[in-house]
């Protein structure tokens, strides 16, 4: 077993239950860490027997661009996602941050955290 973690995926996206959210948009970091058998990829030197980390970050952005109001939901679709294109994961896990949040406070980030396993 071994694992892949993407740090620091930054998108500019418009997810909130404020209406203004939604048209202004924010900030958002996005953490992702996949596990699963990297041992052939380890000996066999190919893209083909590893988790590819350019498709992981293909399927952050896209389901990043999907408005919805709760960061649970950005989450949750994207562990479906990884889980179901990519066969080789076991268990992804996803931090969802919003910069800078509107909450009234001096706030850096408020961040949802959901895993998945097969």
Do not use: W
């Amino acid at each position: 077993m071994g694992s892949i973690k993407l740090k620091n995926i930054r998108v500019f996206a418009y997810h909130g239950c404020l209406v203004e959210e939604g048209k202004i948009g924010s900030d958002y970091r996005v953490d992702l860490k996949v596990k699963g058998d990297l041992s052939n990829s380890a000996t066999s030197d190919e893209l083909k027997d590893t988790i590819d980390y350019v498709h992981l970050n293909k399927i952050v952005k896209e389901e990043m661009a999907i408005r919805s109001k709760l960061l649970e939901s950005v989450a949750e679709r994207i562990n479906n996602r990884v889980l179901q294109e990519i066969l080789m994961v076991q268990k992804v896990k996803v931090s969802v941050s919003k910069i800078n949040p509107p909450i009234g406070g001096n706030v850096a980030m408020v961040s949802v955290t959901r895993s998945k396993s097969r």
